[in-house]
C-alpha cells in the first residue's frame, strides 16, 4: 500500500489564493448501503451501472427499503480558503459566556451562541484555520512507527522561537495574547510565516456524544499554502473521483462515513489573467536584474601588477601524516621558501603549524589527521626564476612533553593543472619524509630515551636554491633514514596579465618544409617558362 | 591542462572587462566511512575570501542523521548547488564541515572537524576530507567513551584560522566523501590560467 503522503498534490499560485472554493460531502453510511456499494454486489449483478460509477446514494431516493428508521447524517459544504467552520467541541466550548467579554474571541462567541440556537441538524465539517496552530499537534509524525523522536536541540534550534510563540498562544482563553490583534482575521496578510495551513475535518463522534471531546475529529483534506506560491493538497481532489473516500468512525456506534471533496473555484477572467501574467513578467525581470547587480562585481586586480609579473595563488590543506610508526602524537610545521624574485602579497601564510594529532591506526596504518588550510598568494617579478616550495618539518610530542624530529620534506608548488599522482583521491600529493639518520647504537639510544631534535641549520639540504655558485652538489656523508608520507592537497591558480606579452609568432620565416616546398613549386615554374621560351624560340 | 587563450584585441569594449567572474559549485557530501557506528550528520557551511559573494544557494546546511545499516559508512547525498562571483582569485572558498553524532542511547557527540577547499578546476572532482576531534584529558576520554559529550571547540577560529592552531591536540577521526562539480566563468578574460 503506498504511503498516504502520495496522495497529495501540488498546485502553483502565482499570487494569493483568494478563490478557491472547495465543496466538501459527507455522508454516513447505513448497512444497506454499505451492502449497495460493495464491490462483490456489481461484479455480480444489476446490469445497468458501469463499473466505474459507484453512486452516492442519496437518502430519500433510495430505491432499497431502509433498515433502520433514523435518517443517517449527509452534510455538503462549501469552503473557502481559511474559512473558519466551528467544530462541535468548538461550539460547545466557545458559546460559554467566559468567552463573551474577550475580545480576541468574541467573533467566535457570537458564532457558536448563533450555532446553539438554531439547533439544526449537527453539523460535523468544521475547518482549522493556520491561527487555529492544529499543524503543530497534526505534523510531529514523519512515519507510521511510534517510536518516539528522541529530543534533539541541535537540530530543532531554527524552528524553537516559532515553536514557543505558538505554543504559548494555544492556551485557550487562559491568558490574553497581547500581540497583534490580526489574528482575528480570516485572511493571511503578508508577515505570515512560511506556510499557511488550513484542515478541514470532520468530527465523527457518535450522535449522542457530538461536540464532548475532540477525540473523533479526523482530517479529511489538509491544505498547505507556501510562500513560494505552491498549495499542497492531501488527497488530491481534482482527480476524477472514481469512489468516495471511505473513513470509520472509532465511536461507540463504529459507523463508516464516505466523503466527496471537490475543487468548485470560480475561474478568474481573461483580463485578470493578463493581469497577472504581466505582473508575474515584471517581477522575473526585477528577480533577474538583482541577480546580476549582485553578481556584478567590478574586478580588482589586488594589487598592481608591471608588465611580466605572473601571480600564483595556491589553496590546499595538509590534509594527514601517515606511516610514522614510533611517535605518539605528531605535528607538521610548514614554511614557504620563495627564491629571488619572487615575493608574497598580503594574505598569505607563510609558515604555520598544524595542531599536534595524536597517532592512532585506521586500516592498520598509523595516521594522524590534520585538514588544515593554507593558502598562498605570491608573485613574480620579472627577474625571478624558478619556482617557490613548501618545506616540510614534522615533530612529534612524547608523553613527557619533549619534541622530537621525525621528518622533513620539501615540496615544489604545483603548476595548475597539476593533479597529484593519487589514483583514489586527486589533486592529493603525497611527500615523502625523510629525518637524519643516528649511526652509532648510542645515538640510537640517546635518541631514544632522552629524545631532543636534530634541527637542519642548512636548509639547502631540503632545497636547492637557484644561485648557488657550486656546480656539484654532495651530501656525501649525510646519513638518513626514511620515515613515513605527508598528504597535501593543492589546487593553484596562476593570473597573468596578457595583453601586453606578445605570443603571436611572427611569420616571416615560414619553417623548413614550407621554404622548399616553395621553393620548388618556384623552381618548376621558372623552368617551365624558360621551356617554353625556348620552344618558342624555335 | 593549461590553456592560454589568444589575447583579446584592443578595440574590445568597456563592458567586457566589468564582467564579473562566476563559479558554479553544483555537487554533493555524499557521506561518510571510518566513524564508529552511530548516527551520523554533518554541518557544513562555506567560507569565502572578502572579495567573494554567494549571487544564489545557501551556504550554510546541516544533513539528516543517517544510521549506516552496511559496515561503518554512512550516506546522506545531501546537495550543494552555489552560485558565487568574485572579484580576485584570492581568498577560494573552502567548505568547513562538522560531524556530529547521536547513536541509540541518545548521546549527542561531536564526531570530526574537516576542512577543505573548493577546487580549483572546472569538471567533477571526488573529494575526500580527512576529519580530526580535539582530544581531553585520559578522564574525560573515559567519560566520553560511556557518557558521551567529548571536547568540543569553542570557536571554529581554530579549524580555518592558522593562528593559534599549534594549541590544539587531536586525533584522527573518519572520512567525510564529497562530489563536486565545479564550473567557472569568465576567468579567462582576466588572464586566469586554472
Redesign the interface.
Known sequence: MEPAKDQCAYYFAKERITNLQIRVSLQQLTGSQLVAVSPRDLEVGSGGREEEEIPLVPLANSALPLAESTSSFTQHSVIKWQHKLLSPCEIVEFSRPVYADNPKYKTLHEQAIKHKRRKKRKHRIFTYQHEDHYQYQNESCVSTSKKME?M?W??QRKNVAENTAALRSQDTGESIHTTEKKSNKKYADDTSPHQQYFYIMADLAPTENLGETQAYEVVLCELRFDTQGQLTVTPDFTRPATKPHRIESYGADNAQYEYKIENISPIRSLEEHQQEARLAEQLSKQRIEE?HQ?????????GERKEGEV?L?V???I??ALHFDDAS?L?VHYALYLPPGWSS?S?S?CE?????????Y?DGVP?????????L?LTRHQSGRSWPLLLLAAYSVDWLGRDRDEGYASFTLP???DTGRND????VHTVAMWRPAQTSPLDKMRRFFLGGCQLITDFTYLALPVSTQVERVSRLGFNTVSSGSVEL?V?????????H????MVVETPPGWQISTLAVIDAFNRSRQKLRAAKQGL | ??S??P??S?QVKKSV??????VHIIGQLSGTS?FPCASL?CKWSLQL?G?W?V??GVSEG?TQ?DQSDTGNTSTWCHPIDL?L????????P?LLLQV?R?DDL?R?DLCG?????V???PGH????????RP?GTFGEEVRRAFLGGGPQLLSTE???S?LE?????????GLVHLELGIILRNFEK?????
Open positions: 528522541p534533539s541541535l537540530r541577480v549582485v553578481a556584478g562585481l567590478e574586478w580588482e586586480d589586488g601571480r595563488v589553496t590546499g590543506e590534509t594527514r602524537s605535528y602579497n594574505g601564510e604555520g603549524f598544524t595542531p599536534s594529532c595524536v597517532v592512532s585506521i595516521t594522524a589527521n590534520y585538514s588544515t588550510p593554507f593558502s598568494d603548476t595548475p593543472g583514489d583521491n586527486e589533486s592537497r589546487s593553484s591558480v596562476v593570473q597573468a596579465d596578457f595583453t606579452t606578445d605570443y603571436g | 591542462m593549461v592560454f587563450s589575447p583579446p584592443f572587462w566589468t564582467l564579473m567572474a562566476e571510518g550528520f575570501g572579495g559573494k549571487v544564489e546541516q542523521a552560485h562571483s568574485t572579484r580576485g582569485i584570492q581568498g577560494w573552502r556530529y547521536q541518545g549527542v572537524y574537516g576542512v577543505t577547499h577546487p580549483t578546476r572532482h571526488t573529494l575526500v576530507c580527512h576529519t580530526w582530544v581554530f579549524i580555518h592558522s592552531r599549534y594549541r590544539l591536540h587531536t586525533i584522527a577521526a582576466y588572464g586566469v590560467i586554472y
